[in-house]
């Protein structure tokens, strides 16, 4: 098997949870999908302590055409992440509007048009 590596880990202190942050430079696929359960699945078992919640997993993708945000939760969590995670985290439509703005930004900076 070969080396994974997830992008970013944080710690929501109010959700009581890890949330993974997977980068993707293009579109998302079923394989990153599975992937970023897989590494739920290792953060559930291996880093979480007692009185965590489950992990959340948010894949980012970036293409020029269009830009996208998901969300990942094991199918044994659907239920709790509806009822409680949404109310804390970013939606879907906020998440992607926020790409865009940094990638005009990035834009700005560099001189490079996005297009």
């Known amino acids: ?9 944080f710690y929501n202190y109010i959700l009581k949870c890890l949330l993974l942050i997977d980068l ?11 992937q970023m359960d897989m590494y739920i699945r290792m953060y559930d078992d291996l880093k979480c302590t007692e009185g965590y ?10 293409e020029t055409s269009k830009d996208l945000a ?11 992440y509806a009822a409680k995670y ?5 939606s879907k439509e906020e998440l992607t509007a926020e790409i865009e703005r940094q990638k ?3 834009a700005l900076q560099t001189g490079k048009n996005q297009d």
């Open 1 to 9: 098997m070969g080396e994974y590596y997830i992008d970013l880990v």
């Open 24 to 34: 993707k430079g293009s579109q998302i696929s079923y394989e990153d999908v599975g």
């Open 53 to 62: 919640n489950p992990t959340i997993g948010l894949l980012l993708c970036s």
């Open 70 to 80: 998901r969300y990942s939760i094991l199918k044994d969590s659907k239920q709790l």
């Open 86 to 90: 949404l109310t804390y985290l970013p």
């Open 104 to 106: 005009e930004i990035f």
